[in-house]
C-alpha cells in the first residue's frame, strides 16, 4: 500500500482530533480541578448583619480615634464589638482581625498604642489577645461654634 493510499484510508476514518469537542466522540474533556475558596463566614451569619452592640463612651472612642496608626481605630472598634458579643472575656483573633481589615502585625501594633494612651490592657496568649478596656477620665471638648459667635452684633 502507498502512501497516498494510506492517507485516504486515515481520512475515512474518524480521528480524535477531527472536528470540534463537541462534535467529536472521541474528545476528552478534562474536568478543571481549580475550586473557588468559600469564605470563612460563620454559618449562623452568613445571612445576618452584624453591629457593634452596648453603649460605648465618648471620651474612650475619642481618645482613640485621635491615636496614630491606620488601623488603631479600627482595632478600638473591634473590641468594643466583641465587647457587645457578651460572651465575658474580651479575646480578638484572627477572624475579628480579618472582620474589620486589620492584618495581625498591624492588629499587634495598634493593641500597644491603645495600651500606652490608657485606653486598654491585654495578655497576647499565641495568636489571640485577652484584652481589658480600661475608663477614662472625662475630658471636655472645646466647643468650636461658642468661639466664632463670641459678641456678634
Known amino acids: 500500500m502507498s502512501l497516498l493510499d494510506q492517507l485516504l484510508a486515515a481520512a475515512d476514518k474518524p480521528s480524535a482530533f477531527v472536528g470540534t469537542p463537541t462534535s467529536n466522540p472521541n474528545y476528552n474533556n478534562p474536568k478543571p480541578t481549580y475550586k473557588p475558596k468559600k469564605p470563612t463566614v460563620p454559618a449562623k451569619e452568613k ?3 452584624w453591629f457593634v452592640q452596648g453603649k460605648i463612651p465618648g471620651s474612650w472612642l475619642g481618645k482613640a480615634a485621635h491615636l496614630p496608626g491606620g488601623h488603631t481605630f479600627h482595632v478600638a472598634v473591634a473590641i468594643w464589638y466583641v465587647k457587645g ?3 465575658g472575656n ?3 483573633d484572627k477572624f475579628i482581625f480579618d472582620r474589620f481589615g486589620v492584618t495581625r502585625n498591624s492588629a499587634c501594633r495598634a ?3 491603645l495600651r500606652e494612651s490608657g485606653l486598654i490592657e491585654y495578655v497576647k496568649d499565641g495568636h489571640k ?4 478596656i480600661l475608663s477614662v477620665e472625662s475630658e ?3 466647643d468650636d461654634s461658642t468661639e466664632n459667635n463670641q459678641n456678634d452684633p
Request: glycine letters at 6%; zero cysteines; proline letters at 5%.
Open 111 to 113: 493593641l500597644e498604642r
Open 85 to 87: 458579643l457578651g460572651k
Open 140 to 142: 471636655t471638648v472645646p
Open 90 to 92: 474580651i479575646v480578638l
Open 129 to 132: 489577645h485577652s484584652v481589658t
Open 47 to 49: 445571612n445576618e448583619d
